[in-house]
Each structure stands twice: as structure tokens, then as C-alpha cells.
């Protein structure tokens, strides 16, 4: 059986492809982000017989992004990452595709990869509050990616998940200014 494998790069701003014809315009690091599921979507409609598709990056955004969009993938899609091989579909599944769907809404919401930290909190604490949190900020999180503006139901749903985060065990406050006042001892 003879395969041919097609590469497409981006970097500094620039992207090419082994694939004669594709032109690409320049772009920056999260447009390349976001092209990269794109060609991925693209490769699996020109021949949906593709059986196999390996994604490099060692972006989380790439990660959440090709995880919620799991179902427009090759059936085996993996992501190369500096921890290692992972495939897509298997964290998809493990997650739900409810939280799967949540993921880019969720990422941007806790920060981007490169700022380590929001207000002192950092990616792993958010990932985890985000697996165990309610049905209802999961909701929120995905309505997040289909409206142009937000209502004050989504806000207040997401103050209490920012809520959840800084306060400890047994202390039930949902509301941003509640938290400040909370926290201003510790952070004053």
C-alpha cells in the first residue's frame, strides 16, 4: 500500500505545505493556531479515507482546539506535544463531548499557555476545577463560543466559577465583589 504524507509548517508568521497549490496568506501565532485544525478539517474532506493524522505542536490552544473539534477529525488523530504522542479522540471521549466542546471557551477564559498564571492560579488548578464543575458552567462555557455578546446569566455563571477557584472549602460566595472583599486580607 503506498501512502503519501502531506506537511504543512507554520512558523514566524509564514506557512507553507508539501502540497503543490496550497497558497497560504501571512499570519501570527494564534491565526497558525487555528489554521492548523483548519487544514486538518480540510485534509479529512478532501479524502475522508484518511486513516491517520498527526498534528506537531507544542501549543495547548492546538490541543483544545483539535479536542472540541474531535468529531471533524480522522478517526485517528494524535497531536505530538513535548510530553508526548496523545491521541485526540481517547481524551475527547474521556472528557465527554459536552467538556470537549467547553475547551476553547475555557482556555481563553483561564489564560492562554504563555501568562502561566491568573491572579496566582495556574493552568492545572483551572483544568481541574473545570472537570469537576457543573453541568451549568459547562453550559455557559460553550454558549460563550456562540454569541457576540454575553448576558448577565453568563457573567454571573462565570464569576461563580472564578468563585470556586479562590475560595475555600465551605465558603459559598458567587459573586465577584463578595470575592474581593474575601480575599483582600490575603492579597491586600
Not at 20 to 35: K, Q, R, S, V, Y
Not at 93 to 105: E, F, I, T, V, Y
Not at 106 to 135: M, P, V
Amino acid at each position: 500500500m503506498e501512502t503519501t504524507k502531506h506537511v504543512i509548517v507554520s512558523a514566524g508568521g509564514r506557512t507553507t505545505s508539501s502540497v503543490p497549490g496550497m497558497i497560504f496568506n501571512e499570519n501570527d501565532h494564534e491565526e497558525a493556531d487555528t489554521l492548523m485544525i483548519r487544514h486538518a478539517f480540510m485534509a479529512n474532506d478532501r479524502n475522508s479515507s484518511i486513516s491517520e493524522l498527526t498534528i506537531m505542536s507544542p501549543d495547548t490552544g492546538v490541543l483544545f482546539l483539535a479536542i472540541a473539534n474531535c468529531e471533524s477529525l480522522p478517526q485517528l488523530t494524535t497531536i505530538k506535544m513535548l510530553s508526548g504522542e496523545l491521541n485526540i479522540k481517547q481524551i475527547w471521549l474521556a472528557l465527554g463531548q459536552d467538556k470537549a466542546c467547553a475547551l476553547p471557551a475555557f482556555h481563553t477564559f483561564s489564560g492562554a499557555d504563555n501568562i502561566g498564571k491568573f491572579c496566582k492560579i495556574g493552568k492545572a488548578r483551572w483544568f481541574k476545577l473545570f472537570l469537576n464543575t457543573s453541568s451549568d458552567i459547562i453550559s455557559t462555557f460553550q454558549l460563550t463560543l456562540k454569541v457576540d455578546e454575553v448576558s448577565d446569566d453568563v457573567i454571573q455563571s462565570l464569576a461563580q466559577f472564578v468563585c470556586q477557584a479562590y475560595c475555600l472549602k465551605g465558603i459559598n460566595i458567587d459573586s465577584i465583589v463578595e470575592l474581593r472583599w474575601y480575599l483582600f486580607p490575603s492579597y491586600g
